[in-house]
């Protein structure tokens, strides 16, 4: 039930330390103003804060906090500027408190995490999950984050994540999990300091798949160096390398990539082939984004030879006698023709006695290549 707060009530920050007197309050209710022990005034959400009487009472963050770093304690933000979906994000504010960056070599390469746990004492698959952004560097971090498919994105944080420190950007029922299961965080690493020089660092983007089954299990919750509760842990960036962004050889890739989807793709093994199974086409997609998380640093010709990989990997997997007649759909789209020539070059060269044809329209529309196993 959402508490109607007065200006002059005290309150204690739920996701940080410390707490004050409020100040202002805006017409919405929503955002306060918040006065603490030094004079300096705190934009905070309704629902960060809590309503004490005379002293602050004891810390009650849902969350525990992030163990030290190598370089320095990590500092709980004031403000965590996360708001629900359907309101405005607010950037963090900047903590009031000054702390020195350490000089420390470990500290300029990027090391940038995200970690999503389950809300205090609750309980798997029933109570909301909180996602942190940890910024475990010398760095500030300018951070967004934001869910949706790649035509359609929608901005859930957006605001500076200080060194040494990490911010609560996202909070969601298990019902939401779908709306999650793409994920994309971007990152501008700078130091906010003027008497302070440093190496500018490339941005980075990086779009996360995320699997929802992993939150119904208790064994996908394991330690982190950050947090005193196990969590689920994605690592962004490490030691200045984007993980999901970096460009790697195009055959490592695409033999990783295939191992581990081909699990879905092959049949299931029996002593003998089904006729309504061999009715039924194989349908497999070759866009370059159903294949990889992201094409960062990815050229045309990794692309390309990523697709065919895929291409051969399921026609080897389907030369059995017991699958002749079985009916193949490879989805290229239409675009200029070059995924489809080389598709069928493949298939003419390597598998000659295969029949192909243009897929069904009223199925697959355009971009749609079928083949006849024989």
Same mark, same amino acid.
């Given at each position: 039930?959402? =508490?109607? /707060?007065? *200006? !002059? &009530? ?8 410390? @707490?004050? #007197? ?120 300018? =951070?967004? /984050?934001? *869910? !949706? &498919? ?8 957006? @605001?500076? #994540? ?120 194989? =349908?497999?997609?070759?866009?370059? &984004? ?85």
């Amino acid at each position: 039930m959402k =508490v109607d /707060y007065k *200006i !002059g &009530d005290r309150v204690k920050f739920l996701n940080t330390t410390g @707490g004050g #007197v409020i100040k202002k309050v805006m017409q919405s209710g929503d955002v306060l103003y918040v006065e603490d022990e030094t004079g300096f005034e705190i934009p905070v959400l309704s629902n960060e804060v809590i309503r004490v009487e005379g002293e602050a009472a004891p810390d009650r963050s849902p969350m525990s906090k992030p163990k030290e770093s190598r370089h320095s304690a990590f500092v709980a933000p004031v403000s965590s500027g996360v708001q629900s979906s359907d309101k405005a994000h607010a950037s963090s504010s900047v903590p009031h408190e000054v702390i020195k960056r350490m000089s420390d070599p470990e500290g300029e390469r990027l090391n940038v995490s995200l970690c999503y746990l389950l809300e205090a004492d609750g309980i798997i698959g029933q109570s909301p999950y909180e996602v942190y952004l940890v910024n475990d560097t010398n760095y500030d971090l300018f =951070v967004t /984050y934001a *869910i !949706g &498919d790649k035509r359609s994105k929608r901005l859930l944080f957006a @605001g500076t #994540v200080p060194f040494d420190s990490s911010e609560r950007v996202d909070v969601f029922a298990p019902s939401e999990l779908s709306e999650r299961s793409r994920t994309t965080v971007q990152i501008l690493a700078y130091k906010d300091d003027p008497e302070v020089t440093y190496e500018i660092k490339l941005p980075v983007s990086v779009e996360l798949k995320v699997d929802g089954a992993r939150f119904f299990k208790e064994n996908a919750f394991v330690p982190t160096p950050y947090f005193d509760d196990n969590a689920i842990l994605f690592e962004l960036v490490k030691n200045d390398q984007p993980l999901l962004t970096q460009k790697v050889d195009a055959e490592k890739l695409a033999a990783e990539m295939m191992s581990r989807k081909m699990s879905d793709d092959r049949p299931k093994r029996q002593p003998t082939q089904r006729k309504t199974d061999l009715m039924e086409p194989l =349908v497999v997609d070759l866009h370059i &984004d159903e294949l990889v998380d992201t094409t960062l640093g990815m050229e045309p010709k990794d692309m390309l030879d990523l697709q065919l990989g895929k291409v051969e990997e399921v026609l080897r997997a389907h030369r059995k006698p017991s699958y002749k007649g079985k009916k193949i759909v490879f989805i290229h789209g239409k675009g200029e023709g070059v995924l489809r020539k080389a598709v069928l070059d493949v298939i003419h060269k390597k598998y000659p006695k295969y029949d192909t044809q243009d897929a069904s329209f009223q199925e697959y529309g355009f971009g749609a290549t079928q083949v006849t196993i024989r």
